[in-house]
């Protein structure tokens, strides 16, 4: 097995992230298995998993085995995948470190469906209406201590 590069794509408009696995021998692969794992490039925390078992690989072939982000956008950065697996029982492992840029997550999350984008337009109109309430609440004390305030 041998991994010939790690990218980000999209299939039926749903965001993966990519390894594309060859197998460099004349034989059929009849029992393949992947484990894959995403961090960020120097992390130690999961974020991204995909396995697969009981898979068959052609002679000389090769295919994108993909994580699929479950609906999750895509994060500029970079990061680093794991790959272990046994090709018909023969172990194999490799790491690559890989890049996303931050036009390619925007152009594939606006594509993408199901995908939202974090907003912080909650956070603002959260802080909006607390400097409103403080703002309003400064004038009423002060309108209180000047005598100005009609009381029930």
Do not use: C
Not at 33 to 42: I, W
């Amino acid at each position: 097995m041998k991994l010939n590069a790690v990218q980000v794509e999209q299939r039926n408009a749903r965001n993966y992230i990519s390894a594309n696995l060859q197998n460099t021998v004349p034989r059929i692969i009849k029992k393949l298995e992947v484990n894959a794992r995403v961090y960020k490039e120097s992390g130690k925390k999961v974020l991204y998993e995909g396995n697969a078992t009981n898979l068959r690989m052609a002679p000389h072939s090769n295919f994108n085995y993909g994580i699929n982000l479950d609906d999750q956008p895509l994060i500029a950065g970079k990061y680093r995948m794991e790959i272990t697996g046994k090709a018909d029982g023969v172990p194999f492992s490799f790491k690559r470190n890989f890049k996303i840029e931050r036009k390619i997550a925007t152009d594939f999350n606006k594509n993408a469906v199901y995908v939202e984008e974090k907003s912080a337009l909650w956070l603002w109109l959260l802080i909006s209406a607390l400097v409103v309430v403080v703002v309003g609440l400064v004038i009423y004390l002060r309108r209180v201590k000047k005598g100005k305030v009609n009381k029930f």
